[in-house]
């Protein structure tokens, strides 16, 4: 059985939980939730919520993860892995001429206004959007090139972006990828707790709102390094 392997490498607060969710509703689908984040702990010695948890709960060798994980046996026609971009530090993405790759972008305000309220103060690795550049450029010279998703054009048009998505990616689109039951799921790591309060009330992919705030001062040269990197993604965005 040929498995379509399926990297979505976002950024945090871009409702790739709701994505991951989505394709939890395909009976062809096996879905994993950010099996490289303990990796990316261990390396980057970064203080998140749940930390011990996290790393108590995952295998930290991020090359193990990549070999069992990502390329490891998968009872389904599609294994889908939710990523972090900023989760493949100090790991060889030579891997990743194996897996189809889709980059999830958001517009870096609304993330920073977000992501504070769990981590007050963000960098531009946080964000994910430098490191999603550099594997935009990366795997279209070898040949590779990434899908690209805007979140707010997901949430403005779900079946008509996700129709887009499954047919670039080979699968067929499934209505049943619009909607889900609220609450946890069996896939949620064990970092739901501090991060999914929002997903977990939802049923399905929420109508767009632009999220309305004010970053603090010492947040605007997070978002001016940002914003370059994301105008160039969403000029590729489906």
């Known amino acids: 059985m040929t498995t379509h392997r399926i990297c979505l490498w976002s950024g945090p607060?871009?409702?790739?939980?709701?994505?991951?969710?989505?394709?939890?509703?395909r009976p062809d689908t096996r879905v994993v939730d950010e099996p490289l984040y303990a990796h990316y702990l261990r390396v980057s010695g970064v203080d998140h919520p749940g930390r011990e948890q996290v790393l108590a709960a995952q295998d930290p060798d991020g090359e193990a993860v990549v070999r069992d994980v990502v390329l490891g046996p998968c009872d389904r026609?599609?294994?889908?892995?939710?990523?972090?971009?900023?989760?493949?530090?100090?790991?060889?993405?030579?891997?990743?001429?194996?897996?189809?790759?889709?980059?999830?972008?958001r517009d870096p305000r609304e993330v920073l206004l977000s992501f504070r309220r769990v981590v007050p103060?963000?960098?531009?690795?946080?964000?994910?959007?430098?490191?999603?550049?550099?594997?935009?450029?990366?795997?279209?010279?070898?040949?590779?090139?990434?899908?690209?998703?805007?979140?707010?054009?997901?949430?403005?048009?779900?079946?008509?972006?996700?129709?887009?998505?499954?047919?670039?990616?080979?699968?067929?689109?499934?209505?049943?990828?619009?909607?889900?039951?609220?609450?946890?799921?069996?896939?949620?790591?064990?970092?739901?707790?501090?991060?999914?309060?929002?997903?977990?009330?939802?049923?399905?992919?929420?109508?767009?709102?632009?999220?309305?705030?004010?970053?603090?001062p010492e947040l605007e040269p997070v978002l001016a390094a940002c914003r370059p990197h994301y105008a160039a993604l969403l000029a590729r965005a489906l």
Not at 13 to 18: D, F, G, K
Not at 87 to 93: A, G, I, S, V
Request: aromatic share 8%; net charge negative; hydrophobic share 40%.
């Open 13 to 25: 607060r871009n409702v790739s939980t709701a994505l991951m969710y989505s394709f939890a509703q």
């Open 121 to 216: 103060d963000p960098t531009l690795e946080d964000v994910g959007l430098a490191v999603q550049s550099e594997l935009q450029a990366e795997l279209t010279r070898r040949g590779r090139p990434p899908l690209v998703l805007d979140a707010r054009r997901l949430l403005l048009d779900p079946p008509g972006v996700l129709r887009r998505l499954c047919a670039e990616l080979g699968i067929p689109f499934s209505e049943a990828m619009l909607a889900w039951t609220p609450g946890p799921r069996p896939e949620d790591g064990c970092w739901a707790p501090h991060w999914y309060d929002a997903v977990h009330r939802s049923t399905g992919f929420a109508p767009y709102v632009e999220r309305t705030g004010t970053l603090p």
């Open 77 to 105: 026609p599609v294994l889908f892995t939710k990523q972090m971009a900023h989760h493949l530090r100090d790991l060889d993405r030579a891997f990743l001429d194996q897996t189809l790759n889709v980059l999830l972008v």
